[in-house]
T-cell receptor, first 111, second 115 residues
Framework: GENVEQHPSTLSVQEGDSAVIKCTYS??????FPWYKQELGKRPQLIID?????GEKKDQRIAVTLNKTAKHFSLHITETQPEDSAVYFC??????????FGAGTRLTVKP | NAGVTQTPKFQVLKTGQSMTLQCAQD?????MSWYRQDPGMGLRLIHY???????DQGEVPNGYNVSRSTTEDFPLRLLSAAPSQTSVYFC??????????????FGAGTRLSVL
């Protein structure tokens, strides 16, 4: 089955700096890679996703890159703001029932 | 359109008690799932269903039962609660159709403590 590793487990940046979170996966059949943001006490919410037929996707300050050969993908947040502070989860799957999540990265943006 | 609704939000049980966590979705999604979230371990799949009458086990199914009698509802049952089941439980749903497949929508969660 799929196994997803996520690094770092905690990340602290100054407001305005960039933040990068990296994930690796094991199953070469995986073709869908979402990123979820979870604020304290709230539900995980999808912020961006990428499928295996593209290498990069951007949405305003957020971007995700995928390297299928190396089986890793990354989340990039530019011009960070205090409201970006949350726990971020990556995931990988071929189908919804085999989706596996990383352990999460706690991002703190200091004003 | 309420999305995915979970009840209760909080629950405290004694070891050995039973309870049912409720989950309902109004998006006509075929796929529904239950996850548990523990510190430092991300989200782990307990059970899932691809349609009414069809359920299957995920990564951590022991101690939990599910059923899917309708498209909308997917309850999770703890038959004899144990302290190891103290966790936050999330229900999620997804369409299995082409296009928006795989995108999972989560409920607000149930925080369960077993004493």
């Amino acid at each position: 089955g799929e196994n997803v590793e996520q690094h770092p487990s905690t990340l602290s940046v100054q407001e305005g700096d960039s933040a990068v979170i990296k994930c690796t996966y094991s199953d070469s059949a995986s073709n869908y890679f979402p990123w979820y943001k979870q604020e304290l006490g709230k539900r995980p919410q999808l912020i961006i996703d990428i499928r295996s037929n593209v290498g990069e996707k951007k949405d305003q300050r957020i971007a995700v890159t995928l390297n299928k050969t190396a089986k890793h993908f990354s989340l990039h947040i530019t011009e960070t703001q205090p409201e970006d502070s949350a726990v971020y989860f990556c995931a990988a799957c071929e189908t919804p029932m085999d989706m596996r999540f990383g352990a999460g990265t706690r991002l703190t943006v200091k004003p | 359109n309420a999305g995915v609704t979970q009840t209760p939000k909080f629950q405290v049980l004694k070891t050995g008690q039973s309870m049912t966590l409720q989950c309902a979705q109004d998006m006509n999604h075929e796929y529904m799932s239950w996850y548990r979230q523990d510190p430092g371990m991300g989200l782990r799949l307990i059970h899932y269903s691809v349609g009414a009458g069809i359920t299957d086990q995920g990564e951590v199914p022991n101690g939990y039962n599910v059923s899917r009698s309708t498209t909308e509802d997917f309850p999770l049952r703890l038959l004899s609660a144990a302290p190891s089941q103290t966790s936050v439980y999330f229900c999620a749903s997804s369409s299995l159709g082409a296009g928006r497949r795989d995108i999972q929508y989560f409920g607000a969660g149930t925080r369960l403590s077993v004493l």
